[in-house]
């Protein structure tokens, strides 16, 4: 039988559309020169031949939609398990979309950065845009190269991107809030995410609407600035449990920092939720592996991912079409660090 492109692909380990685009001129210069090069070493070593059919599937190939990837969090994007999931998303739905993804891993949100590269790469399709809300002149790099962009994120209120997909974060943290006060938790901490974050600022929103529905005051010594990390979570626990009274309760931002809250609260010798109980927000995977599991808010992550290919190809598609934004729901995931298998006053948070 004689080689296929397939044959090539595996016996170098690198996919299909890779070798399709190293043989093909039109197409070469969007492979990496040394990937290239093994590719055609091994069609001179293994005697592959082109036939019609052949160029016709990489002419095919050569059309499907490249998508670029990045973020303004790099390299710590890759380090969250919640943000790796939005990614394992996007792949998803792109390789289900017959779609090619470019990482571009512009370190510290380097806006002169993103904007060399893309240039680079003047052949993308559209671009995905995730933890963009810091940096404005991201948004600004990719107008002014007219590439379709859609964000990863809520961008209510934003000029910067009028495409985007998000999780409410205010509702979701109302809920958890909520949650707490029918569980007859009156004096409620929170520790915030990262400053400028625009998830940070809604869930303090969230968080501030709960105890105002239910005639509870914000008391400022309640509130506590985190980091979106375990190491924030951990520094911030010790700094509530310094001082007492202790908050019958704490709402944390997010799932990491909420176990960086249980370490510390483990080492204070304090009680979760007997003493002190918890809420998170993300629902990431170690969430339900904690001691206690955490109770939190998840949002589909993989869903976020898969909804902004989908949007964006929509838009590439029809650039002329309206598309609104898509919310992605939050739930509540009840488990034992918020008490509710406690015996405890009923409380409406009506």
Known sequence: MPTTLKDIAKKINVSYSTVSRAINPDTAR???????????????????????????????????????????????????????????????????????????????GNSIELSRQLQLKRNLDGVVIYGHESRPEFAKALAELQIPTVAIGNCQGQSSYHFYVYCDGRIGAQAAVEHLLRLGRRRIAIILGSVGSIDAELRFEGYRLALKKSGIPVEKELVFQGGFNRASGFEQGQKILSSKPYPDAIFCSNDDMAIGLLRAMDESGIRCPEDIAVVGFDDIEQAQYTIPPLTTITQSADRLGQSAVALLLQHIRNPEQELNPIEIPTHLIVRQSCGAYLRAPAYSAA
């Open 30 to 108: 969007l492979v990496n020169p040394r990937t290239r090069k093994r590719v055609l070493e091994a069609v001179k070593k293994y005697g592959y031949v082109t036939n019609h059919s052949a160029a016709m599937l990489r002419r095919q190939i050569a059309q499907a939609p490249i998508i670029g990837f990045t973020s303004d969090q790099f390299p710590h994007f890759l380090c969250g398990e919640y943000p790796v999931k939005v990614f394992s998303g996007v792949i998803a739905e792109a390789e289900k979309q017959g779609c090619d993804i470019e990482l571009f891993p512009v370190l510290q």
